[in-house]
């Protein structure tokens, strides 16, 4: 390796380096002082050996190796080249270990080791990432300051910045400072924009943003279409979504796999089943293969409908084709069955997917809780909330929202009202769900005091009254035969701004029964 170092081409090196590294034979400061010796040996001069290994650990992600012969060459009064410490800082930012990036970087400057244009472009997309906007700003005045000519690399590391964090306008404030400083846009600059500008949701300025790279001679990536394709997918606009795909086409950009992938998904969210097929059909004639993204968007889709039958074929589909199903296609499978009052199904499932390593999230088990409450199965969804501490797996409101309503379905209000201190316990805030559903489970049971009871507690840390809520207090009131106290309740309610629906009025009418005094309560 120390004989190879000094040719043109360190790609040899490199590799040897990294086999070396990769064999667990030896640690990484073996190797390190091997290197050392060997270098000794052939009475080298220059360090780049030690550079090279650094750069082998890092193509290896292996950044604290890496920083570990960083220390041992300052050991050694060894200086590393800025090169090795970029590809260390790059490391450290890919894998979110921005705290470990700025420890590096003090060490660079304590070391004096001059930083460049693609340090300061890591460092700024550090403080990016971080959220500091404002800082990453004031890099530019450095930058300027210590006479480092500052990239388009550099101005889109902070457009995209500022626009990944939904603030456009700011982008817009570097995209001009950029241009007066004769640093032209390119594509990826526009692209941070359109991207930017759909998730706020303007997807007319993002179109004209496409329209003015296009004019500027700037020629769009399919990622660009794909973010417009999204936007459009997102609000609904299928129209456009597919004339943006068919734009991609004429202009020679093959779609890819997540343009289809959107297409589908959108379809699926609008109920177009058959069009779905369609585009499924056409993405396998254009030869691309469907992913796992592919194949649970259609089980899910698929599932919400209640298909149970396709779902499974396209799960053994998937498995055929050498797709791994995922924590995804499970729960949308152990969701549909759980639909459906397939309970034993459900769990067996549920059983398969531990045995074969794949460790359920909140969602699987707020999927099957459900499934066994709404099914009366109350002792197995207490069971499954044991099951989620044991594996560390943190309930959220949803689950405690179900078992509550689990608890009501069977009359046990005050099971119910138990579980609301449990999650206060754990530190759960119970939301407006949790206390309607206390509020409907006591006017349901016809304890219209305990029902208004939760209402005011309700009230009193800030929830207003719901739909939800009156409906079910009305109820109640009608049930104990307090047709008055009931049309009391109904004028609060549309005095509020809240239309009452079909429950409303058929709990009225069973409450009042005199139609000429419901129609006199219903006036304006």
Not at 228 to 245: R, S
Not at 360 to 372: E, R, S, T, V, Y
Request: hydrophobic content about 40%; aromatic content about 8%; charged content about 25%.
């Amino acid at each position: 390796m120390a004989v190879i170092s000094h040719a043109p081409n360190s790609k040899p090196t490199l590799q040897l380096l990294k086999e070396t590294i990769s064999s667990g034979v030896y640690s990484i400061r073996e190797v390190f002082n091997e290197l050392g010796v060997a270098r000794g040996v052939l009475g080298f001069k220059t360090y780049v050996l030690y550079d090279l290994l650094i750069r082998a650990c890092c193509e290896l992600k292996r950044g604290d190796d890496a920083f570990e012969c960083f220390d041992m060459m300052k050991e050694k009064g060894v200086i590393p080249h800025v090169h090795a410490c970029n590809d260390m800082l790059s490391l450290f930012l890919k894998s979110n270990r921005t705290e470990k990036a700025w420890v590096l970087y003090a060490e660079m400057f304590k070391l004096r080791i001059k930083s460049s244009v693609v340090t300061f472009n890591i460092m700024i997309n550090v403080l990016c990432k971080e959220g500091k906007l404002k800082k990453a700003k004031e890099f530019i005045g450095f930058m300027e300051a210590l006479g480092i000519k500052l990239n388009v690399i550099t101005y889109n590391t902070i457009i995209h910045g500022y626009c990944s964090r939904g603030r456009v306008e700011g982008a817009h404030m570097i995209f001009d400072l950029m241009k007066c400083r004769g640093v032209k846009p390119d594509s990826y600059t526009y692209g941070s924009f359109i991207s930017g500008m759909c998730k706020e949701g303007k997807l007319e300025e993002a179109s004209g943003m496409l329209e003015k790279m296009k004019e500027i001679g700037l020629r769009p990536t399919a990622v660009t279409y794909n973010t417009l394709i999204d936007g459009y997918c997102n609000k609904g606009n299928l129209e456009m979504a597919f004339g943006y795909k068919d734009k991609m086409v004429k202009e020679g950009l093959m779609p890819t796999i997540s343009t289809y992938n959107m297409l589908i998904h959108a379809l699926f969210l609008n109920c177009k089943m058959d069009e779905a097929d369609g585009i499924i059909k056409e993405m396998n004639e254009k030869g691309l293969v469907p992913d796992s993204i592919t194949y649970n968007i259609l089980i899910n889709g698929y599932c919400r409908c209640g298909n149970v039958k396709k779902a499974f074929t396209l799960h053994d589909e998937m498995i055929s084709k050498g797709v791994q199903p995922t924590r995804v296609t499970y729960t949308s499978l152990i969701y549909v069955l759980s639909k459906r009052g397939r309970m034993k199904q459900a769990d067996d499932l549920f059983e398969k997917i531990i045995r074969k390593g794949i460790f359920p999230d909140l969602i699987m088990f707020n999927a099957l809780i459900d499934g066994h409450c709404a099914n009366g199965n109350m002792e197995r969804a207490f069971a499954l909330l044991k099951e989620m501490d044991q594996m560390k797996v943190v309930p959220d409101e949803v689950t405690f929202n179900t078992l509550m309503q689990g608890r009501c379905r069977e009359g046990k209000v005050e099971a119910a009202r138990e579980l609301i201190e449990e999650m206060k316990s754990r530190g759960i805030k119970p939301d407006h769900i949790s206390y309607n559903t206390l509020i409907s489970g006591y006017s349901k049971r016809g304890d219209i005091k305990d029902a208004f009871r939760v209402r005011d507690e309700m009230l009193s840390i800030g929830f207003n009254p719901t739909l939800l809520t009156y409906n079910a207090l009305i109820q109640g009131l009608c049930k104990n035969e307090e047709g008055d106290h009931a049309a009391q309740l109904l004028k609060e309610m549309i005095g509020k701004g809240i239309t009452p629906n079909d429950s409303t009025y058929l709990s009225l009418i069973e409450g009042i029964g005199n139609v000429e005094e419901f129609s006199g309560i219903c006036d304006p």
